[in-house]
């Protein structure tokens, strides 16, 4: 079990609700979030000009603070930060000479202002990566066109993952992430709000244009690995998802802005644990072209196989953005299992769908004991799904007799304005949801539609009133805990897809 320690407010602290009291309550909470979610929008404007500001008013930068007992500058190296120089080797070099620092407690690498060119590179144990203000670690463009070689000289190809079987998107091998590591103790990647880009405009395009014979990689990908920290950076425009932590233990996401175009980025994805185990994700701005985070576990036959669920999973404290897809999802890749998630204080505006969890027979896993509570949707589409119907599949060997597991989900302390649809619970004659439970949910809609609260195929209970008014699937009970109303049944179906 995942044991959270203390810590302070977080850039949004303010955001931490206090015990028995209903989140954005009043109107004047509601108008004061607004405002504040207009000035989140325009944070790429204000990340690129602030540091300007604060160099014509004088005010040094702050130099980066010792880590580690021993420090390098990237510069030492031979790297050079003028946007146009290859810097792979010295980042390389760098590594190399962090890696035999091991029985010493490893080393920092900073990285000083300037955009840093460069291919992948690989991390190594007890290693801290600290990126200054106003530094870009920049990655080398994917080619145009069909010169695939060239992608290859540049972004080395890897097996596919054992929980993906022939690959994600391709069969056979995929490209690496930008910054890899795997089988690693003690990686730090942090900073002054420096920037990991992965230019990824290129790989879109050629995704898209089906040109691309290769599962694109992560912007971020760290493999089998244990006690990771990830904080006060920015990372963007990753080819693909932007930070993938697979089969990893004590994973920490903390003050970590992550961006994409909502548009046209197709699978960018903002933090995506994969069989991972206690995880942290707190105090993050994430606004993407798919889900913000995914949690994940593998792809059928091949997660069901390697059998590594992701579990003890904590996300608080988010703003996030996606305009195709969910704020949060929980698969639809859960073969290997998904149990004990806590998901609080999250702030979904302008975006598909708010919590969503998808599945689909021949998934197989399970989806268990998960907690949702203090959600507030802005101008969502769908504020809460459970999908059983998404069929994306390997190419073949799968077994669509293996149906997954979901039960004990519940949604407490739920708020929102401008949703079409507050709720879609979509279960199966073959894979029936269990034991969901509503409390305290308010949700202003945009226009009063007959369906507002659709279901199928779903066993629970509502405590006290809500709004929307619950299926005939639930049953009801007064805030006593008496049962009030015995659900109808559990297989009325009243699901209009519209939306």
């Known amino acids: 079990m995942m044991v959270e320690k203390n810590s302070g407010p977080g850039i949004l602290g303010w955001f931490q609700f206090q015990p028995k009291t209903a989140p954005f309550a009043s109107h004047r909470t509601l108008f004061a979030l607004f405002l504040w979610v207009v000035a989140l929008a325009s944070i790429s404007v204000w990340q690129g000009t602030i540091s300007e500001f604060l160099v014509s008013e004088g005010v040094p930068a702050r130099p980066p603070p010792k880590l580690r007992s021993v420090v390098f500058c990237l510069t030492e190296f031979g790297g050079v930060g003028d946007g146009v120089t290859l810097n792979t080797e010295a980042f390389e070099r760098a590594v190399g000479a962090i890696s035999i620092l091991e029985n010493k407690g490893?080393?920092?690498?900073?990285?000083?202002?300037?955009?840093?060119?460069?291919?992948?590179?690989?991390l190594t144990s007890h290693m801290t990566l600290f990126l200054a203000r106003d530094s870009v670690i920049l990655a080398i463009q994917a080619s145009f066109s069909f010169l695939f070689f060239l992608d290859e000289k540049y972004w080395p190809l890897m097996p596919a993952l054992p929980s993906y079987g022939d690959g994600r998107e391709h069969p056979g091998p995929r490209y690496s992430s930008l910054i890899h590591g795997q089988n690693l103790i003690d990686v730090v990647i942090t900073g002054h709000n420096g920037t990991i880009n992965g230019q990824g405009q290129t790989w879109w395009t050629k995704f898209r244009q089906k040109l691309l014979n290769h599962t694109r990689g992560p912007l971020v990908q760290i493999l089998w690995s244990s006690n990771i920290v990830i904080s006060n950076i920015t990372l963007r425009d990753s080819p693909f998802w932007t930070l993938h932590p697979y089969d990893c233990q004590n994973v920490t996401v903390k003050n970590v802005t992550i961006l994409a175009p909502v548009d046209n980025a197709p699978n960018t994805d903002g933090i995506d644990p994969d069989s991972c185990e206690d995880v942290l994700i707190e105090d993050c701005y994430i606004s993407v072209g798919d889900d913000a985070i995914a949690i994940k576990s593998g792809w059928n036959q091949y997660g069901i196989a390697y059998g590594k669920p992701s579990r003890n999973i904590v996300i608080r404290n988010l703003v996030v953005r996606s305009n195709c897809s969910s704020g949060i999802s929980i698969g639809s890749e859960m073969s290997g299992g998904v149990h004990n998630v806590l998901v609080e204080n999250i702030l979904v505006w302008e975006s598909r769908r708010g919590m969503r969890i998808k599945t689909a027979p021949g998934r197989g896993g399970y989806v268990s004991q998960i907690t949702f509570r203090n959600l507030m949707f802005i101008n969502v589409r769908v504020g809460i799904v459970i999908a059983t119907d998404y069929n994306q599949h390997p190419l073949d060997g799968y077994d669509p007799t293996?149906?997954?597991?979901?039960?004990?989900?519940?949604?407490?302390?739920?708020?929102?304005?401008?949703?079409?649809?507050?709720?879609?619970?979509?279960?199966?004659?073959?894979?029936?949801?269990?034991?969901?439970?509503?409390?305290?949910?308010?949700?202003?809609?945009?226009?009063?539609?007959?369906?507002?609260?659709?279901c199928a195929f779903v066993q629970g209970q509502v405590i006290g009133t809500i709004f929307p008014a619950p299926c005939e699937n639930f049953d009801q009970y007064n805030e006593q805990g008496q049962l009030v109303k015995c659900a109808a049944s559990q297989n009325v179906t009243d699901i209009d897809n519209d939306y």
């Open 402 to 454: 293996v149906l997954p597991i979901l039960r004990d989900i519940s949604f407490t302390s739920v708020r929102g304005q401008g949703v079409l649809v507050p709720v879609r619970i979509q279960g199966t004659e073959q894979i029936l949801v269990r034991n969901v439970t509503f409390k305290d949910m308010k949700v202003g809609i945009t226009y009063k539609k007959h369906h507002l609260f659709q």
């Open 106 to 122: 490893g080393g920092q690498l900073n990285v000083p202002p300037g955009r840093w060119l460069t291919a992948p590179f690989n």
